[in-house]
């Protein structure tokens, strides 16, 4: 083993340095995260200092006391730099960790990878992505959570409290090694404040989804749902024989999730057009080769996008400046745009997820730190003038979808005229809706997702081989109603590698349904039993079949009024810890907004053992029909059709089916 590696491993094991480390200057260059907003009384600040300081001998209070306020002073939070391991983060070998439990070593490796400077938006912070999806709150947790999963054993399980280890507890091998919570509040303490108090206080956190559950990608977890949804979004309105090339998707956001937008309109073959305030986050997209052309003027960009309509041109364009501009200026100019939507972080409108049209980017930041009550306004005006030009596009024929940011919540709650005749429902669908929802979900198709733990990209190339072959033999017996998504995976699974998608480790994403996902983790577990490759990890996003309550988004396509409750992620939750995942979680906030969403995941380790085959197989057949069961006694008509399918290709399964009332009986009841 390599000296480096030695110390590496002797630092996890230490968990907080038995000497003080010396203070560290903050990096000027490392992304840094917004400043959040001063919220606590001079008590509560004492509070969070006092709360901060329990991680550390009091021989060093006095001087972290100070060191700490400062923090809390400068960045709005604690985020204890000095604590900050010196060697490199990113997902090493599973066999680089230092642990008794196999399964915690890959709980170690995900967890670095979500903290890898090259995948993290704001990796000083411990924040993933999202602009607040946070790992951890402070560098004590990471440092603490790390030693635990090095000494654990494969009969306890860690608790760990939005960041915080909370300890090991004797569990049992069936067990998970992890149960993860993030952020989740007493309900009526879920307002946009309360985040920002409590997580201030040092006791709660925004987990997102993938961050706060070590279950992160990088960006092409994203670029396939992109994909599918933009695709998807073009079929709906294309006529049999056209396509889409030529054809413009107007949308917004160049950051963490967003900037996946241009790549997926080129693999849809359209026009992207899409504008992003941050001149930094246009560059590096660009410089990535995630966006093919960089237009800072308004004139210019007209010009190109009449060019390339003119020529029926593949290109994705990012335009510096603000999103409203782009809908008003081609409103006036009368450019058809056959499919919109938005990504900017409006499930954190008020602290830079959004930024107004009329004010620069440095003004809008000055803003967020000094006059937030003004700031707010100008946001809910930007959104009014927003939805306005929409309106005018979608009167002219525009295609525009909510793509799961909250655009339309926010519109709405600024007093935007965004609700369809009904005044309950939008007059735009969500993805969800319209796409992921019927065409995806509803069949258990969702982005399931595996990580070689070797950090070999040959163990990816193979299984990705593997997918593709399992995917193809069960397209061949598959139904007519499930042709098309079995086709688009596996057109997606055999360009992955040359879209060249890997940052950080060895992952690939493939939505697959029920059947797919487990005969696809079985020929893997096998292969990891012949030596053909390492372990793998499995996972998916929340954001799935099952996974997920989430009334403007993942359950927007829940129409019998249950789409407010939260039961279906909870069982979940539960069900897979039972059923040998090797970690779970449950979080309030992703995508969408704290306290507008409840979302769980799991991660599995699969060693090609025997136990790994039993507990995958349980695992993922109920993480997947868990979901389909709800969307069918949803009466969901896709969700009746499959879970219809899997209590045949399962007998004991045994699903509660609703009975269809007639219209007519209910009209003219009252
Ligand atoms: N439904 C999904 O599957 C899905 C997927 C990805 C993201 N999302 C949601 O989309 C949002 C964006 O995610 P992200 O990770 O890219 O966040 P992000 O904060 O990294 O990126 C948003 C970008 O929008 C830019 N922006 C803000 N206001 C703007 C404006 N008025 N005009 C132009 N640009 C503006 C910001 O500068 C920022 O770079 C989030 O709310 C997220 O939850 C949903």
């Not at 308004?298 to 010009?303: E, K, R």
């Not at 519109?411 to 009904?422: C, I, K, L, P, Q």
């Not at 005969?519 to 030596?531: D, L, Q």
Request: net charge neutral; aromatic share 10%.
């Amino acid at each position: 083993m390599s000296t480096s590696n030695t110390n590496f491993q002797a630092d996890i094991l230490q968990g907080i340095p038995s000497e003080l480390p010396k203070k560290k200057a903050y990096p000027i260059n490392g992304n840094p995260a917004p400043k959040r907003k001063d919220i606590l009384s001079i008590e509560e600040k004492r509070l969070a200092i006092r709360n901060a300081l329990r991680y550390f001998p009091e021989k060093w209070h006095s001087e972290l006391a100070i060191e700490f306020a400062e923090e809390l002073k400068t960045f709005g939070r604690i985020y204890m730099h000095r604590f900050k391991p010196n060697y490199k983060m990113y997902a090493r070998p599973i066999s680089a960790y230092p642990a008794k439990s196999q399964q915690a070593a890959g709980i170690m490796l995900m967890i670095q990878n979500n903290l890898d400077p090259a995948v993290a938006q704001h990796p000083n912070e411990l924040i993933t992505y999202g602009g607040n999806g946070a790992v951890f709150q402070n560098w004590a947790q990471y440092l603490v959570t790390m030693q635990y999963l090095a000494i654990m054993t494969d009969t306890q399980t860690l608790n760990m409290y939005s960041g915080h280890p909370m300890g090991l507890f004797p569990s049992s091998k069936d067990a998970p090694r992890v149960v993860v919570t993030n952020g989740m509040m007493v309900p009526n303490y879920s307002k946009q404040d309360d985040w920002e108090k409590f997580n201030a206080l040092g006791v709660t956190q925004y987990g997102q989804m993938t961050a706060g559950s070590f279950m992160y990608i990088g960006p092409q977890g994203i670029v396939h749902g992109t994909t599918i949804t933009v695709m998807n979004a073009f079929r709906k309105i294309l006529k049999k024989d056209e396509n889409s090339a030529g054809k413009i998707f107007l949308t917004s956001g160049l950051g963490g999730m967003s900037g996946a937008q241009p790549k997926a309109g080129n693999i849809a073959g359209c026009i992207t057009v899409c504008a992003e305030v941050n001149a930094n986050a246009a560059t590096k997209r660009h410089k990535q080769g995630w966006v093919d052309v960089l237009i800072d003027d308004i004139n210019d960009l007209v010009v190109r996008v009449k060019e390339a309509q003119k020529n029926e041109e593949i290109v994705s364009i990012a335009f510096i400046g603000n999103i409203v501009d782009v809908w008003e200026r081609f409103d006036t100019e009368n450019m058809y745009v056959h499919v919109g939507s938005d990504q900017t972080s409006l499930h954190n409108p008020w602290s830079g997820g959004y930024y107004p049209v009329g004010l620069s980017y440095e003004e809008s930041n000055d803003l967020i730190a000094n006059n937030p009550e003004k700031f707010k306004k100008h946001v809910q005006k930007s959104l009014v003038r927003q939805a306005d030009s929409i309106n005018k596009h979608a009167a002219k024929g525009t295609y525009f979808f909510d793509y799961g940011n909250a655009f339309l919540l926010e519109a709405s709650r600024a007093g935007a005229a965004v609700f369809a005749e009904n005044k309950i429902d939008f007059k735009y669908p969500s993805y969800v809706q319209d796409i992921l929802g019927p065409m995806c979900f509803d069949y258990g198709f969702g982005p399931f997702r595996w990580v070689c733990t070797s950090g070999e990209s040959k163990d990816l190339d193979k299984t990705d081989e593997i997918a593709m072959q399992v995917m193809t033999e069960i397209m061949a017996n598959s139904p007519k109603e499930i042709q098309l998504q079995m086709q688009d995976n596996i057109t997606w699974i055999k360009n992955a590698k040359a879209n060249k998608l890997v940052v950080g480790s060895q992952a690939r994403i493939l939505y697959a349904d029920a059947e797919g996902r487990a005969k696809i983790a079985e020929v893997f577990n096998n292969a990891i039993a012949k030596g053909e490759i390492g372990a793998v990890v499995l996972g998916r996003d929340h954001h799935d079949v099952s996974g997920t309550d989430s009334p403007y988004r993942e359950t927007s396509n829940i129409y019998d009024g249950s789409k407010f409750t939260a039961d279906m992620a909870i069982h979940n939750v539960i069900g897979d810890s039972f059923r040998g995942a090797t970690w779970v979680s449950i979080h309030n906030g992703g995508g969408v907004g704290w306290g507008e969403v409840t979302n769980g995941g799991f991660g599995m380790l699969l060693d090609g053992s025997k136990e790994a085959e039993r507990k995958l197989k349980s695992m993922l057949f109920y993480d997947v029909n868990n979901g389909i069961a709800r969307r069918s006694w949803a009466r969901n008509d896709e969700a009746l059709f499959a879970i219809k399918r899997e209590m045949e290709r399962r007998p004991d399964l045994k699903v509660t089916l609703p009975n269809i009332v007639e219209d007519t009986i209910l009209k003219n009841l009252f």
